[in-house]
C-alpha cells in the first residue's frame, strides 16, 4: 500500500515538472506562428486534452471488453474512473477548440468541420454513458449495461469519421496549415505536452480509482456497524 | 493584438479546469477520511460498550 | 431459425393485439409532421432543403416510440424469465424482436411519408431509390433500437434514458448519411448517385447487427 502510494506521488510530481517544462517551450522556446500569431499556442494544450480524452474513452472501452470477458468488478472501477476523466478533458478541448477558432476563423464553431463535430458527439456519448450509469438499479447491472454502451458508443466514433470524412468537402483547414508547417521545435513542444498530460491522466486516474474503491468498503463497513 | 485575449482564455479554461478536478478529487478524498474516523470512533465505542 | 419465427410472430401478435397502440404511434407521427408544417408556415423556408431533416427526424421520434416497450414490457408482464428459461439463445430473441420492429417502423414510417407528401406539397423524387434508403436506414435503426431498447429496460426512467442514450450513436451514424442521401434524391439525384451513402448506412447495419449479436447476451443475462 505505502509503495503504491510513493508511485502515485511519484507520477503526480512527473506530470507536474513535464507540464511546466512544456508551459516554458509552448511560451517561450515555439517560435510565434507565422500565420497564426500568438494565439496559436492554444495549440499545444487544446490539441494535449483532445489526445487525453480519446485515451480516456479509449481505456473506457478497453476495460469494458475486460470487464464483460472477467466479470471482475475491478475493470468496471477503471471503466467509470476513465470516462470520468475523459468527459473532463473534452469539455476543456472544445471549450478551448472556439477560443481559438474565433480567433482565426472568425467563428467560434464550425458546424461543417468534421473534427469538432466528431468531438462533440464522442463528449453526448460519454455524457449519456454517464447517465446510464446514474440511472441503474443494481451494481451489477450497472456494469454491464455501461461495459456495453461504452463499447458501443466508441467503436461507432471511429468508423463515423472515415464514413463521413469521405464525402465531406470542409477539411479542417486549421489542422492542415498548423500540422503542415509545423516546424520542429513546435513539434517537440506538442510532444511534451501530450506526454505531460498522460502522466497527469495516469494520476488522476489511480486516484479516482482509489477514491471509489474506498467509498465502497465505506458503505460496507456502514451497512455492518448500521446493521 | 486582440487575439491574445482568446489566448487568455483558453488557458484559463484550461488550468481552471484541472486544478478544479484535482481539487474534487482531494476534497472527495479528505471526505472519505472523515468518514473512516467516524467509523473507526462508532466501531471504537460499540466495542467499549460490549466489554462493559 | 424456428425460433427466431416464433419469437418474430409473437411481438408481432402483441404489437397488433392491440388495436390502440399502433393508432397511437400513427397518431404520434400525424402530430409530428404537422407541427413541423405549423412550425414552417410563419417563416420563409426552401422545401427542398428541409424536407429530407423533417422526413428522419420524424421517423426517428415515431419510431423510438415503439422501440421502448420491445423489452420493458417482458420486464412488466414478468414473462422476462420465461422467456430466458425456455430453450431459445439470446440472439434468437433479438433477431426476433429486431424483424418486429423493423416491420412496426418501417410501416409507421410509409405511414409517416404519406402524411409528409399531404402537408407538404413537394414534388415526388425517385420513389424506388426514396423507399431503398427508407429500407436500410430502419434496418440499422431497429438493430440498435433494439439492443439499446433492451439496456434502458433495465434503468430506472427508462422512457427518458432510451432517446438520451440512442440519439448519439444513432444520429450520427445512420441518421447523418441518409438525411444527406435523401436531400440529394429530393434534388433529382438517383441511387446510383448516392452510393456513398448506400454503402456507409449499410456499413453500418452489419456493425449494429454484429454488436446486438456479439453482446446481447451480457445486457440480458443480468
Known amino acids: 500500500m505505502r509503495f503504491k502510494i510513493n508511485i502515485k506521488d511519484l507520477i503526480f510530481g512527473v506530470a507536474i515538472i513535464l507540464i511546466l517544462i512544456s508551459i516554458y517551450l509552448a511560451f517561450i522556446y515555439t517560435p510565434t506562428h507565422t500565420t497564426m500569431g500568438d494565439v496559436q499556442r492554444i495549440f499545444y494544450f487544446h490539441v494535449a486534452s483532445a489526445w487525453l480524452s480519446y485515451l480516456a474513452f479509449g481505456v473506457t472501452f478497453v476495460t469494458g471488453i475486460f470487464y464483460l470477458k472477467s466479470k471482475d468488478f475491478k475493470w468496471d472501477k477503471i471503466a467509470f474512473a476513465s470516462a470520468e476523466i475523459g468527459i473532463v478533458f473534452c469539455t476543456l478541448a472544445i471549450t478551448t477548440g472556439p477560443l481559438w477558432g474565433k480567433a482565426v476563423w472568425g467563428a467560434f464553431w464550425r458546424w461543417e468541420d468534421l473534427k469538432l463535430f466528431i468531438t462533440l458527439v464522442l463528449w453526448l456519448i460519454f455524457i449519456a454513458y454517464l447517465a446510464l450509469r446514474a440511472n441503474a438499479k443494481s451494481k451489477v447491472s450497472k456494469a454491464n449495461l455501461s461495459a456495453v454502451f461504452g463499447i458501443i458508443g466508441f467503436i461507432c466514433v471511429p468508423l463515423s469519421f472515415a464514413a463521413n470524412r469521405i464525402w465531406q468537402q470542409y477539411h479542417p483547414t486549421v489542422i492542415a496549415t498548423s500540422e503542415g508547417s509545423l516546424q520542429s521545435s513546435m513539434g517537440m513542444a506538442l510532444g511534451i505536452s501530450v506526454i505531460a498530460f498522460t502522466f497527469l491522466y495516469i494520476y488522476l486516474l489511480i486516484s479516482k480509482v482509489e477514491i471509489d474503491t474506498m467509498r465502497e468498503i465505506i458503505e460496507e463497513i456502514k451497512q455492518k456497524v448500521g446493521g | 493584438m486582440s487575439d491574445l485575449i482568446y489566448l487568455y482564455a483558453a488557458y484559463t479554461v484550461i488550468w481552471a479546469g484541472v486544478f478544479l478536478y484535482v481539487l474534487k478529487l482531494h476534497l472527495a478524498q479528505r471526505k472519505l477520511k472523515q468518514e473512516t474516523e467516524m467509523l473507526k470512533e462508532i466501531i471504537d465505542e460499540k466495542k467499549n460498550k460490549k466489554n462493559l | ?222
Open chain 3, 1 to 222: 431459425m424456428n425460433a427466431i419465427k416464433t419469437i418474430f410472430l409473437k411481438e408481432i401478435k402483441i404489437e397488433f393485439r392491440n388495436k390502440q397502440m399502433i393508432n397511437n404511434y400513427l397518431l404520434l407521427s400525424v402530430m409530428i409532421i404537422a407541427s413541423f408544417r405549423f412550425a414552417f408556415s410563419i417563416i420563409d423556408f426552401s422545401l427542398l432543403l428541409i424536407a429530407s431533416p423533417i422526413i428522419w427526424i420524424t421517423f426517428f421520434f415515431s419510431g423510438m416510440f415503439s422501440l421502448s416497450p420491445t423489452y420493458k414490457r417482458e420486464l412488466e408482464e414478468g414473462t422476462c424469465e420465461g422467456l430466458l428459461l425456455a430453450p431459445i439463445s439470446n440472439s434468437s430473441i433479438y433477431f426476433g424482436k429486431f424483424l418486429s420492429n423493423f416491420l412496426v417502423i418501417l410501416l409507421l414510417e410509409l405511414f409517416s411519408l404519406l402524411i409528409f407528401f399531404v402537408f407538404f406539397s413537394i414534388a415526388t423524387p425517385d420513389l424506388v431509390a426514396l423507399f431503398i434508403l427508407i429500407i436500410i436506414g430502419t434496418i440499422g435503426f431497429a438493430a440498435l433500437g433494439n439492443i439499446i431498447s433492451a439496456i434502458s429496460s433495465n434503468l430506472s426512467q427508462s422512457e427518458v434514458m432510451l432517446p438520451v442514450l440512442l440519439v448519439p450513436i444513432l444520429l450520427f451514424t445512420i441518421v447523418i448519411s441518409a438525411i444527406s442521401a435523401t436531400s440529394k434524391i429530393f434534388e433529382g439525384a438517383h441511387l446510383f448517385d448516392v452510393m456513398q451513402e448506400v454503402r456507409f448506412i449499410l456499413m453500418f447495419d452489419v456493425v449494429f447487427l454484429a454488436i446486438g449479436y456479439l453482446l446481447i447476451d451480457y445486457i440480458l443475462g443480468d
